[in-house]
């Protein structure tokens, strides 16, 4: 008998910024296929056919008034935020603890101040518009997506390669997070150090 691995505790990062103790939540993306219905003759019923990927979208609740958000609001490159989610996930059966990662490029597209009211909580959330989403679990990568370059990597099976090769698109390969020259380094939102998929989120 097994049980489920639930999170446990999470940090999130913002251009390699840590949060801790401001941010309660984070909606990570929802995956899923753009699809359209199809029904012709000869066929019993209507099925979805694959039409690619449908918008990739997270949201970020801060518990209070910050700039982590509004400074980044505007910028004209569409990959210019990087969010990372460092989750703990534990198996209450044998106590096992798995390490969660996601790593998120895009740009905020909508900030959402709530309502204001004395003596009540305060909440603002930022939704991310994602262009460039990878889950790793324990340093591997589950999940990869870049919807400009045509990656499409589930469990080591790249989904979308022969799509590539169709209109003569070479695989530019996985973005290497804080490595020289990777469009992280290029925005300057990311030491090596800190954004290393295999080393633990900092403390």
């Known amino acids: 008998m097994g049980f489920p691995s639930k999170l446990k505790d999470f940090r999130h990062y913002i251009d390699s910024q840590g949060y801790a103790g401001v941010i309660p939540e984070v909606g990570l993306p929802k995956l899923a296929l753009k699809t359209e ?7 019993l019923g209507t099925l979805k056919i694959d039409m690619g990927l449908d918008t990739m979208e ?19 490159l569409y990959d210019g935020v990087l969010n990372r ?3 703990a996930y534990q198996e209450d059966g044998n106590g096992t603890v798995r390490a969660l990662e996601v ?3 895009g740009r905020w ?3 959402d101040f709530g309502s204001a009211k004395v003596g009540s909580d305060t909440a603002h959330k930022a939704t991310l ?8 679990v324990d340093g591997v990568t589950w999940i990869e997506i870049d919807l400009v370059n045509c990656i ?9 390669a022969e799509i590539r090769a169709a209109h003569a698109v070479s695989h530019p390969g996985p973005l290497t997070l804080g490595s020289g020259g990777s469009a992280i380094q290029h925005r300057k939102v990311a030491p090596q150090s800190s954004m290393s998929v295999s080393s633990a989120p900092p403390r």
């Open 58 to 76: 997270a949201s970020v609740t801060f518990g209070g008034l910050t700039d982590a958000a509004i400074r980044q609001f505007g910028t004209g």
């Open 109 to 111: 597209h909508e900030l």
């Open 37 to 43: 219905d199809w029904r012709a003759g000869g066929m």
């Open 129 to 136: 518009n994602v262009a460039y989403y990878r889950m790793d």
């Open 103 to 105: 790593f998120m490029l």
């Open 85 to 87: 989610f460092a989750g």
């Open 152 to 160: 499409f990597n589930v469990m080591g099976t790249d989904r979308w």
